[in-house]
């Protein structure tokens, strides 16, 4: 094949992409990734850190410019110059009944519904101004995260401090991220100490490191609790997920063994269909599947997200939010098929997606159809294809692909039907 024949199949694919593209749209009502920032919303800055919501379905934006509040369609801010927040860099933000906690960098916020009030550690026993985290408990006591004071507990009349270092081996006495499961067990993100368990009903204490299970690094920055009840913890390193019943980390994401282009994880969050969520620091967002395989990577040269630098992200009835480190924030409905949408019929796979041999694809058809299957490499060059493939409902079709000899790296797999519909998945070559 031509480069000539390269380049002007590439444009038919871009056309092809565009057009698949604005069919989405109109069936979503809105484009797929919907994007909020300061020049379309009332968002109050483009520095996004984290993402809440509450039972209303509010969802708070904490920037480093101050909060913002999107009420349906009406969005509110609150920062130093309203006088409702110590501090405009707001790194958590919680809804506890009709109060509203925020954690900034120079104190803590709470609404009550009429006024604003700040805790810091010139006015009560709070250990750190510096707020990291903020989790509740189904009794509606507020735990509090701080950068280097440990953990903080508020029981609606008083703060009571919890250190984290007194009690287990840690490099900080930091929280990066707090979360409380269906028993009352309160995990907490560290700073150098790994994965903690803190028992809130008998005070016992237990931590989860590189030295003592297989979680990919000792810093944990993100925490999410599956409907399954295992604890999910991005790390500097990859992703952990962690089964209390066998007390091991059953499932590890890193860029060695899935598509993650990157092992440095700011945020983590499941739905509750059990698909995770990993946002990167630098490298975009990807979901992991029920069957604990990584297929979908979305980032700014695929999909309308903004950039690929990723603080945070959050699901919440059916959507998944995301908030960049300087472009704002994107939503998509990621409980709509787009297959279904489309119509598509071809389901692909290979195995294994990380390999020094060849690897295996197979293909399933809904309806008869003749295929074009080709393998590039990350930098664009063909370097495998072959043509008029044929699938047949209620089969399986298989091809081997010639990866053995290739130069270590991640290769995407395009394959089109009948239809010129595209399909892809990336395997990597070691």
């Not at 903020?134 to 004071?149: C, P, Y």
């Not at 810093?219 to 962690?242: E, N, R």
């Not at 300087?326 to 390999?355: F, H, Q, R």
Request: charge should be negative; glycine fraction near 10%.
């Amino acid at each position: 094949m031509g480069i000539c024949t390269i380049l002007a199949k590439k444009q038919l694919m871009k056309l092809l992409t565009l057009t698949v593209t604005l069919f989405c749209c109109a069936l979503l009502n809105g484009q797929a990734w919907t994007t909020y920032d300061v020049s379309n919303s009332g968002i109050v800055s483009d520095l996004g850190i984290k993402i809440n919501f509450d039972t209303n379905g509010d969802v708070f934006v904490g920037t480093q410019n101050g909060l913002s509040i999107k009420s349906g369609s009406t969005w509110t801010s609150h920062t130093v110059a309203t006088g409702d927040l110590p501090n405009n860099s707001v790194s958590s933000t919680l809804r506890n009944n009709s109060d509203i906690w925020v954690g900034t960098d120079n104190g803590l916020a709470r609404y009550n519904g009429t006024t604003w009030s700040t805790y810091n550690t010139g006015n009560s026993v709070l250990p750190d101004n510096r707020i990291y985290c903020l989790e509740k408990t189904q009794s509606g006591i507020v735990w509090i995260g701080t950068r280097d004071g440990g953990l903080c507990s508020y029981n609606g009349t008083a703060f009571t401090p919890l250190s984290i270092s007194a009690n287990i081996s840690v490099t900080y006495n930091r929280a990066h991220a707090i979360k409380m499961d269906a028993n009352g067990v309160l995990w907490i993100g560290t700073a150098g100490g790994g994965l903690a368990r803190y028992n809130t009903s008998n005070g016992q204490w237990a931590q989860y490191t590189t030295s003592n299970s297989t979680i990919p690094s000792n810093d944990v920055y993100s925490l999410a609790i599956a409907p399954d009840g295992k604890i999910w913890a991005g790390t500097s390193a990859g992703v952990g997920i962690f089964d209390p019943s066998v007390t091991s980390f059953t499932n590890i994401f890193t860029t060695s063994n899935s598509i993650l282009p990157n092992n440095y994880i700011r945020g983590v969050s499941v739905d509750m269909g059990g698909r995770g969520y990993i946002a990167m620091g630098y490298g975009g967002v990807a979901r992991v599947e029920t069957n604990m395989t990584i297929t979908t990577l979305w980032n700014s040269s695929n999909s309308a997200l903004p950039t690929d630098t990723i603080w945070h992200c959050n699901y919440d009835a059916g959507r998944l939010w995301v908030a960049s480190f300087t472009e704002g924030i994107a939503v998509m409905d990621v409980d709509v098929s787009i297959s279904e949408l489309l119509g598509e019929n071809l389901t692909i796979s290979a195995n294994p997606t990380v390999t020094n041999g060849n690897t295996v694809l197979s293909l399933e058809a809904a309806v008869p159809s003749a295929t074009d299957v080709e393998m590039f490499s990350a930098s664009g060059q063909l370097v495998w294809s072959q043509t008029n493939v044929s699938v047949i409902p209620g089969t399986t079709t298989t091809l081997t692909l010639p990866m053995e000899g290739l130069a270590r790296g991640r290769y995407i797999v395009t394959v089109t039907d009948a239809d010129h519909r595209h399909y892809s998945l990336s395997v990597f070559a070691q």
